[in-house]
Structure formats: structure tokens, C-alpha cells
């Protein structure tokens, strides 16, 4: 044989092999979407920031305690939110960190969350370095122009491809825990009232999205801002005795009319200002209050500390390494200062992939989101 017709049969070998590996990465018999691009901070990410010089940090033991990898850099016992929406979307794997994501990885998606990060930019820098949502906005721009080489760059191929996976982005919570209830450090609760300071963030996430709407984002899931007033870490630093299960209601109240805004504006953007695009709100407050008033129904026997912690409520300082963590994790909503337990997790998750109530999943639920 010449070597011409060697070349040619290596350059088939090479076509069939990319051809059977694409159709793979495509077409999954069991996933219900393409791909799953996931933003936010430490609810979601999964090892982002392992290799940053951050404090918002869990590769360490006993975080991933009930993990099957380990300390991965989930800021949880197990899985996350995330973790167990992209099992029930039918993906084979989890969603690998931004940061480790290479080649045809991001054919699946990928997870760009980065602990401690908000809307704002300055948001989380008391705690290191981050990547805020502007940068995760900014390395999914990226991955797009890498995409382009899957699809011989078209543009229109990458496009529709885009169109039918899923992007979830769930931000805020450290807007308003390493921000503006952060007065020593920052100074935009003495700038915005709590009114402004919602209306401010909205504007500037309503900017966000909509970059993201341009890159090729259409089906997407935005998830409120849960009820952060009451996790172990406020109950500690409100409450003299410990045990006592009362919230900080200035946070509250604060999260519920940046909650409000936020639903506000996915039905804009449903109405026609994003054409062709569907967004689905995931009301965190109202699914973690549920939680907790029907904890005994779920399984919950503590819902006012963490299962890992120092002080008051295990929520004064978060999980150190190697601490000895409680017994039971099912026993309890939260993992730590700020975190819920694996189990918290799954029932969050389920609930917003088939909930029927509006007040969960609005206007519909991530499962119908999956075949409009």
C-alpha cells in the first residue's frame, strides 16, 4: 500500500471515530437535553475554587464526606443542587467545574459557579478571590467560541445546539451575606435602601442574562434567593440562646423584594423582551420555608444548626478540616453555617424538576422547561 492510500485511510479512520464520538456526545439515549450550563456561588459550585487563593473553599474533609469522589469542593456532605438536576436530566456524569472542563467535555456543559461570587463584582472579596458572575458570564463566552470548532464554526449550528440544552444561574445570596449586610466591610447599605439595593442588583442580573441570551442561551432556570435569615449562621449572630430557631427578618424581608423583582423579570423576559427564550423562576425561599415547617414529614429532626460547625447553632464558624461531623446527615437541613445536607438537596431538586405548584416552579416546572 502507498503511502497516499495510507493517508486516506487514517484521514477516514480519523472522519468515522470523530463522526461516532460527536454522535455520541449529542445524541445520549437517556438525556433528555444536549448540555447543562450551570452559574452561581457555593450552593452550586463544585471545585471552581479549589485552586484559588480563597477562605470560600471545601476540598477538605469532611465536606464530600458522603460523596463518592470525596472532597471535591462542594460545599456539601454529597451532592449538590445541581448534582442531582443533572441525574435527573439523565446525564451519565456530573457536570464537571469550569476550571477542569476541556475539549469535547463542554459538549455536556459545564458549571462556571464559583463560591462566595454575586452579581456585583465586589461581592465576596472579604473572602479572597472568586469569580464573580460577570467572569462566569465572560468564560461561558469562551466556551462558545470553543464550541464552534464541533460544529466546522457555524455559527447557526452552535446556536441551535445551544438552544436546546439547559442553563441554570442561581446568584444573590452573597450580594446580601458578603455584601450589603457586610457594613464593616462594604459600603452599599449606607448607598442603597434596601428597596434600591434590589432594584440595583436586578439591573445589573437583567444585563447578565440577557448577555447570556445573546451567547445562545433559551431555556433557563433562575432560582430566588433562598431564606437566608434563618441559616445557623444568622441564628447565631442574632440569637443569644442557643437553640432558639428565631430569623433575622431585616435579611428576609431584604431577599424577598430582590425574590419578588427577580420573578418580575422572567416574565418579561417571557413576554417577548428575550424572543423565543423560556425562563422558569425557582422560588427558594418558599421551597426552604417548606422544608422547614414540614421538616418532620421530611425526615427533619434539626433544622436551626449545622450538622458541622463551631459555636452557637454549629454556625459561628463553618466546618474546619477534619472536624467530626453529626452522626445522622439526614437527620438535618443544614450541613453547616450556610449550606443545606445532600438530603435537603434531592428534595429541593425534585421538587422544582416535577413540582405542579406555582409557588415552587413558575410559570412551569424544569421538566416541561426540558420539551417545550
Not at 344 to 354: G, H, Q, W
Request: hydrophobic share 35%; proline share 4%; charged share 15%.
Amino acid at each position: 500500500m502507498g503511502n497516499s492510500s495510507v493517508f486516506v485511510l487514517l484521514a477516514l479512520v480519523t472522519l468515522l471515530c470523530f463522526t461516532l464520538t460527536a454522535r455520541t456526545a449529542f445524541s445520549q439515549p437517556n438525556r433528555q437535553v444536549p448540555c447543562l450550563f450551570i452559574f452561581g456561588d457555593s450552593l452550586v459550585d463544585n471545585g471552581n475554587n479549589n485552586g484559588i487563593l480563597t477562605l470560600a473553599r471545601a476540598n477538605y474533609m469532611p465536606y464530600g464526606l458522603d460523596f463518592p469522589q470525596g472532597a471535591t469542593g462542594r460545599f456539601t456532605n454529597g451532592r449538590t443542587f445541581v448534582d442531582i438536576l443533572a441525574q435527573l436530566l439523565g446525564f451519565p456524569n456530573y457536570i464537571l467545574p469550569y476550571a477542569r472542563a476541556r475539549g469535547r467535555d463542554l459538549l455536556e456543559g459545564a458549571n462556571y459557579a464559583s463560591g462566595a461570587s454575586g452579581i456585583r463584582d465586589e461581592t465576596g472579596n472579604n473572602l479572597g478571590d472568586h469569580m464573580s458572575m460577570n467572569q462566569q458570564v465572560d468564560s461561558f463566552g469562551q466556551t462558545v467560541q470553543q464550541l464552534r470548532r464541533y460544529f466546522r464554526g457555524d455559527v447557526n449550528a452552535v446556536g441551535t445546539y445551544l438552544s436546546k440544552c439547559i442553563f441554570y444561574s442561581g446568584l444573590g445570596s452573597n450580594d446580601y451575606l458578603n455584601n450589603y449586610f457586610m457594613p464593616d466591610y462594604y459600603s452599599t447599605s449606607s448607598q442603597y435602601t434596601p428597596q434600591a439595593y434590589a432594584a440595583s442588583l436586578i439591573q445589573d442580573y437583567s444585563r447578565q442574562l440577557t448577555e447570556l441570551y445573546k451567547l445562545g442561551a433559551r431555556k433557563v432556570i433562575v432560582t430566588g434567593v433562598g431564606q437566608i435569615g434563618c441559616i445557623p449562621y444568622q441564628l447565631a449572630r442574632y440569637n443569644g440562646s442557643s437553640g432558639s430557631s428565631r430569623c433575622n427578618e431585616e435579611i428576609n424581608s431584604a431577599i424577598v423584594l430582590f425574590n419578588t423583582a427577580l420573578k418580575r423579570l422572567v416574565d418579561r423576559f417571557n413576554k417577548g423582551q428575550l424572543p423565543g427564550a423560556k425562563f422558569v423562576y425557582l422560588d427558594s425561599f418558599q421551597s426552604s420555608q417548606d422544608l422547614v415547617r414540614n421538616a418532620k414529614t421530611y425526615g427533619f429532626e434539626v433544622v436551626d444548626k449545622g450538622c458541622c460547625g463551631v459555636g452557637r447553632n454549629n454556625g459561628q464558624i463553618t466546618c474546619l478540616p477534619l472536624q467530626t461531623p453529626c452522626d445522622d446527615r439526614r437527620k438535618y437541613l443544614f450541613w453547616d453555617a450556610f449550606h443545606p445536607t445532600e438530603n435537603a438537596n434531592i428534595l429541593l431538586a425534585k421538587k422544582a424538576y416535577t413540582s405542579k405548584s406555582k409557588s415552587f416552579a413558575y410559570p412551569i416546572n424544569i421538566q416541561q422547561l426540558v420539551m417545550l
